[in-house]
């Protein structure tokens, strides 16, 4: 059906963004859930009203559209800063806020989903908070938060589309590459499309799988 | 011996318990009795510390509660506390569930916890479901796990908040069963509950608390024979 | 203290069109949620008909929007829909992106919905005589409307920001294709781009207070 | 100042458009070449120093710049008032003639036939931001902006477009690709004459002054029109503004 | 009358109802008691034709509950049924939730639907709840709700569920005497029970059920004092 000139070389090429893509999505991922657990147990800690400006803080990144969120980001580091950022450290940070923003969110659902009376049971036992978080509320909390975290690991490698406005080329910006060049449109944004459901959907579908089997127990 | 010496207690606006007096000697089994809000669980959990208190004294074995310096997580480890909600950690087998706190709390050893729990287990007629995580258990049977996971601990005190009242009828027996025996082994107990023929039984002593103050207190001859409050005249005959 | 002189006045200077933009973002957004809330539904009654095709179009659709970049999607819609001939405008291509991408992820929020109220619910509907469609209608889907409320409001959001891919498919009528033609004359990047942040986020803050207004209106229980 | 830092870091760091034949694009190993990647090499051999091209979209040139990840920019641009209030311009190193490419069956036969079609442009570029303006001016027909030259050519040739406006070299090299059905160049855009100029930080004047020498011994050397040839061909356009100095 | 002749009724295969034979006269209060999983509910749920039969018939006033031709929706109207969950629709207040099936059931107006829910809602207590949703409303209230919500549709039979297994003590009470209160109104009732005193008290007739099949009927005094079978006496000894 496809008459094609992509050559061999093109295909490692797009394989190369697709690295780049995996790159800087595990990147901000690893780094977003650690800052996001460190917000959203802060925020449980301090209650509504001390935690407000972290909240609002953390609301910018999930207000405000990510392509703007790294023009500015870029823009402020460079123009106004004069920091010597590579387009990578730029997009990694902006993007780690990001996850961090809306793991925080997940977070703190799933320590309040951890009902009340199971925390007073394992503090009457005589646990400190540190051992009650660590050994029941972590363990109870993950299985409610780890397939909407999986939800966010999957919509951070979407949204990592958008990097290329900071000069970092991953799959999408690759396919255009190579779209200019070789001007089959369709065909390449099919092959792209193609990649991204095949890394997406198999984990997509092992969050839905961990979410049937914990929600029956 | 648990002394509790006019003991105040509010949430926001609502005064919930008003100046209550109890002392409860070692091996004496104390029941509560009361309409719904009166501040018997409140009461409870004053006790352990899990709620601080407006004014007054807890005092156990001579440790006062309440006061700045007390550590009360080695305070819990000698009181131990059931309620009415089965809180078993989900995540956890039977064992694990009973286990944790030894191991974690006391920093006992993985085997002398086991060998601990796998006693009061079998005590309150577990001994065969070890391995089983708590979602496949009855209520009973969990209810039954909590009371075995607070021995654990090997506590001096155990308090018990409605332990049966979120059970189906055909499972309440089995639980108040397990009381009864743990009181005739001399422990020292305050039971919170409902079921008047367990607290007749059971008790040295029975309270009838009315809206935050207790109304009455004494044997349980007198409380269901020969009731001097007439709230308590008036719950009683509520309840029969 | 930075190397860099701001001009605010410079950028401040193009707020009217800036504002513009922003109502065609909301244009955008609000078609979008409506034209995608109706497509949800029928997603999901087909999602829940006998029909073993239809059941997989639909599983498709709810999959690949959920699947692929939002960016993707909506190229898509303007540069693949016109391999086969139809000619859409920008606009209309934005519009038919983020609806495509709303419905998916609002289909698999009913889904969850129905799974969440209780079958006795139903039963306890026909047992008063009804009909399996009148249990649904009056029983089930207003259960369901409030159980899926909250995404709801978080979908709208994402249709707001999703507007900003619009400049992919040459619309530059809203407000980040304004703010980019403007950027492309001044130069201004940071202040164009912080100002447009700012009308971004008061967009995203009315609706989501304006959401919670309407949820304590019409949820009483 | 800017220049000592660039030979002392053995590295010139050049903003190119890799999206815009024959001045910046990509081989068959996806590398970079063009006039302007040529041009880049050329200056950073005078310079004594190393060429790094880093890829900008045309909304991205002058940000790359601003934010110190490049050190000049040898991108196609055009030396507007408006930008030389944010960066520094050498003297112009080019000049593009604008011509209109249709679609076939729009029916379009000049620049003047344009009127009440739907057409379009890069966005932000020089031809894109003047056909903007002509398209309010005539008052009918429909402007659209799209992020790259790739896309315009695709929506033209899809027939979405009816027709645009482009540099002659950029319009002439997609034609003649034969990777678009049923588009041809149909006449030249009474737009003015297209200067295009280096940039570097408006401040570095010892760096502009560099450039501009740069590219008057370009012509004097005859290096212009030994690379106008190699990617443009034909007649050599004049880099001087009649009856003005510069 | 239902006439209940031979009904045999499996989920799988596991057969639940074995070959139940019984008649309910108008005006009668049959009440049903058994051990868990002996069927009784499922019976209910057959009688109103929520769930198919395997074979058997019941027939309602005439009409055969699982004839292809009968319009259930229609039958069902004259047959009121109460879960033992409480199943209040939370999206509604008290009113809405009695008022929703005449009008659009019964395509009753506005004003004359709130007329009959009004009225319903003062019998069983509710008078002053008209505008409260269910999440307000204690458990008891809940079921009494569902009642009114049942007799709104004036049926002329009422299915009741074990309708106070899941309230608390307290609230048992007060559901049970709504239910004597119809009994004494005259309607023809069927109710599975746990609660042995209300079955001896309101009953015209008690069916004992073990393991799908009736294995006694009788009037409440013969069943509870000279139960004939085995299985009756073991299990009225259990509840006791
Ligand atoms: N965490 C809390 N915040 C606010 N009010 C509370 C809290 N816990 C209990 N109360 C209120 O304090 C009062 C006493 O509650 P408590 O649970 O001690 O009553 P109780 O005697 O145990 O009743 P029950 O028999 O229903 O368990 C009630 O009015 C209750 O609403
Ligand atoms: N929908 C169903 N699918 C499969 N099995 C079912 C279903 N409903 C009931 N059963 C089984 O049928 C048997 C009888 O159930 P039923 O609910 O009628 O008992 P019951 O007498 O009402 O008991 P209980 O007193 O516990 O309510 C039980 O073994 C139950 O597990
Ligand atoms: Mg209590
Ligand atoms: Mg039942």
């Not at chain 3, 819609?77 to 859409?88: K, V």
């Amino acid at each position: 059906m496809f008459d094609t000139a992509l050559s061999s070389a093109d295909l490692i090429f797009l394989a190369k963004g697709a690295g780049m893509t995996i790159v800087v999505t595990a990147i901000s991922v690893a780094i977003g859930t650690v800052l996001g657990i460190v917000f959203g147990v802060i925020r449980v800690q301090l209650g509504t009203v001390y935690a407000a400006p972290l909240t609002f803080f953390l609301d910018i990144f999930r207000s405000v559209p990510l392509l703007i969120q790294l023009v500015l980001a870029n823009a402020f580091m460079g123009m106004v800063l004069r920091l010597q950022f590579s387009g990578l450290t730029v997009a990694c940070m902006v993007l780690s806020l990001y996850t961090a923003a809306y793991c925080a969110e997940i977070v703190r659902g799933g320590i309040d989903a951890v009902p009340t009376t199971t925390r007073r049971a394992a503090r009457s036992l005589g646990m400190t908070w540190g051992q009650d978080m660590r050994h029941i509320v972590l363990p109870l909390a993950t299985r409610v938060a780890l397939p909407s975290w999986i939800g966010l690991a999957l919509g951070v490698m979407k949204d990592s589309a958008l990097v290329y406005v900071v000069q970092v080329t991953e799959l999408l910006k690759s396919t255009q590459i190579l779209i200019t060049r070789l001007q089959e449109p369709m065909f390449l944004l099919l092959i792209c499309g193609v990649f991204y459901f095949v890394i997406s959907f198999p984990l997509a579908r092992f969050g839905g799988y961990l979410e049937k089997r914990w929600s029956n127990d | 011996m648990i002394e509790i010496h006019d003991v105040h207690k509010s949430f926001g606006q609502l005064e919930v318990l008003k100046g209550i007096e109890l002392t409860v000697d070692k091996g004496e089994v104390v029941t509560i009795i009361g309409g719904s809000g009166s501040g018997k669980s409140t009461l409870l959990t004053c006790i352990n510390g899990l709620e601080p208190i407006a004014s007054g004294r807890i005092v156990v074995d001579g440790t006062e509660v309440h006061a700045k310096s007390t550590d009360l997580n080695r305070l819990r480890r000698k009181i131990g506390i059931v309620f009415q909600q089965w809180n078993a950690f989900p995540h956890l087998t039977v064992l694990e569930n009973v286990t944790l706190a030894p191991r974690k709390v006391l920093g006992m050893g993985k085997a002398e916890a086991e060998e601990i729990a796998r006693t009061q287990l079998a005590h309150v007629g577990l001994g065969d479901k070890l391995a089983t995580y708590p979602a496949r258990l009855s209520g009973g049977q969990q209810q039954r796990m909590a009371i075995a996971r607070a021995l654990a601990m090997s506590p001096d005190y155990m308090l018990f908040d409605e332990v049966t009242s979120a059970l189906d009828p055909q499972l309440v027996g089995e639980v108040l069963e397990t009381l009864k025996m743990l009181a005739e082994e001399g422990m020292t107990m305050i039971c919170v509950t409902h079921e008047m023929a367990f607290a007749r039984d059971v008790s040295d002593r029975v309270a009838y608390f009315h809206k935050g103050v207790m109304a009455e207190i004494g044997v349980p001859d007198q409380i269901f024979g020969d009731p001097q409050h007439p709230e308590t005249r008036k719950f009683l005959a509520s309840v029969r | 203290m930075f190397g860099y002189t701001f001009q605010w006045n410079q950028a401040l200077a193009r707020l009217p069109k800036m504002l513009d933009g922003a109502v065609v973002t909301m244009e955008v957004a609000v078609l979008s949620m409506l034209i995608g809330i109706l497509c949800a539904i029928l997603l999901t009654l087909l999602r829940l008909s006998g029909s073993r095709s239809l059941r997989a179009v639909a599983t498709g659709w709810v999959e690949v929007a959920r699947n692929t970049p939002a960016l993707f999607q909506i190229y898509m819609a303007h540069f693949g829909i016109a391999s086969f001939g139809i000619h859409l405008s920008p606009f209309v291509s934005l519009l038919i992106g983020i609806t495509f991408n709303n419905a998916g992820y609002l289909a698999e929020n009913f889904r969850g919905a129905l799974k969440a109220i209780p079958d006795t619910q139903i039963r306890a509907g026909r047992s008063l005589g009804m009909s399996q469609t009148q249990a649904f209608r009056y029983i089930i889907v207003p259960q369901m409307l409030r159980i899926s409320f909250l995404p709801m409001t978080n979908q709208m959001v994402w249709a707001v920001l999703m507007t900003s891919l619009g400049v992919t498919v040459g619309l530059n009528s809203d407000l980040y294709g304004v703010t980019q033609d403007l950027n492309a004359l001044t130069f201004r990047t940071f202040e164009l781009f912080a100002i447009a942040a700012v009308i971004f986020y008061i967009i995203t803050k009315i609706i989501t207070l304006s959401a919670r207004l309407i949820a304590a209106r019409l949820f009483r229980y | 100042d800017k220049l000592d830092d660039i030979i002392s870091s053995g590295t010139l760091r050049c903003a190119v458009v890799l999206d815009f034949p024959p001045m910046g694009m990509r081989d068959a190993n996806n590398e970079p070449i063009g006039f302007d990647v040529d041009y880049c090499k050329d200056l950073a051999k005078v310079l004594g120093v190393e060429a790094e091209i880093v890829e900008t979209p045309f909304p991205e040139r002058i940000p790359a710049l601003m934010s110190g990840r490049v050190d000049v920019g040898v991108a196609s641009t055009s030396d507007t008032l408006e930008r030389a209030k944010t960066v520094g311009f050498s003297i112009p190193y080019f000049a593009f003639e604008m011509v209109v490419t249709a679609n076939d069956k729009s029916g379009i036969t000049s620049f003047e036939s344009m009127k009440g079609h739907t057409v379009g442009a890069v966005a932000g570029t020089f031809e894109g931001i003047a056909l903007e303006k002509q398209v309010k001016a005539w008052g009918e027909g429909e402007y659209r902006p799209y992020q790259t030259q790739a896309d315009v050519f695709l929506a033209l040739s899809q027939g979405q477009l009816d027709a645009t406006v482009s540099t002659s070299t950029v319009a002439m090299a997609s034609v003649n690709s034969g990777k678009f059905d049923g588009i041809s160049v149909v006449g030249k855009a009474p737009f003015d004459t297209d200067y295009v100029a280096l940039f570097a930080s408006r401040n570095e004047y010892g760096l502009i002054n560099y450039l501009n020498l740069f590219v008057n011994q370009q012509i004097r050397s005859g290096r212009y029109a030994e690379l106008y040839k190699k990617w443009v061909g034909g007649t050599l356009p004049s880099l001087t503004v009649p009856n003005a100095y510069r």
